[in-house]
Structures are given as structure tokens and as C-alpha cells.
């Protein structure tokens, strides 16, 4: 990929600075190498010939599905307490939790 953008140990030493962040030289190397890398990955995307592709908001079809909303009668309050080992008044009891 000759023709792709590259990012030379001049381009890492300032992304460095301005990221506040103290490199040695080989780390200097090492980011300058991964974010070639990183770049020409890029590059190679940008080269994918999308002419007539719709954009996707997501990866797959997403259908949204809806239930009708329909008034139903509320349990009282005995009702769903019925099956609690432990109540007080209306609420259920629970352990403390720390």
C-alpha cells in the first residue's frame, strides 16, 4: 500500500505531545507502525466502491414490533401479597442489604 497514508515518527512524537503523554522512542516507533496500520485500513475502506448502497442505520433489518395497549384490571394490594413469606402493612419484607 504505497499510495496510502502513512503517520511518521514526527506525526506520533506531536499526536504524543498533545495527548500529555512521555514516549520513548521505540514506543514512538511502535505507535507510528500501529497507527500506519490503523490508517491504511482506512484508506483501503474508503476505496470499497459503494455507489448505489443505501446507508444502513444498523447491521441487519430491524422490524419494530408493537402489542396493542390494553387497559387491564389491577390486582389489589392483598392480592399480590398473598404469596409473600413476609409482609408489613402493604409492602413485601426483604433482608437488609448492605
Known amino acids: ?15 504524543s505531545r498533545l495527548a500529555n ?12 507502525f500501529t497507527l500506519t496500520k490503523v490508517v491504511q485500513l ?7 466502491n459503494t455507489e448505489g448502497i443505501e446507508p444502513l442505520v444498523t447491521p441487519v433489518d430491524i422490524r419494530l414490533v408493537l402489542r396493542s395497549d390494553l387497559a387491564k384490571t389491577n390486582f389489589s394490594a392483598e392480592e399480590m401479597l398473598s404469596n ?7 409492602l413485601f419484607t426483604v433482608p437488609p442489604v448492605v
Do not use: C, R, Y
Not at 482506512?42 to 470499497?48: G, I, K, M, P
Open 1 to 15: 500500500m504505497s499510495d496510502s497514508p502513512s503517520i511518521d515518527i514526527s506525526t506520533a512524537e506531536k499526536m
Open 21 to 32: 503523554l512521555k514516549m520513548s522512542s521505540e514506543q514512538l516507533k511502535e505507535m507510528s
Open 84 to 90: 409473600a413469606p413476609e409482609k408489613t402493612g402493604n
Open 42 to 48: 482506512f484508506h483501503s475502506l474508503s476505496q470499497v
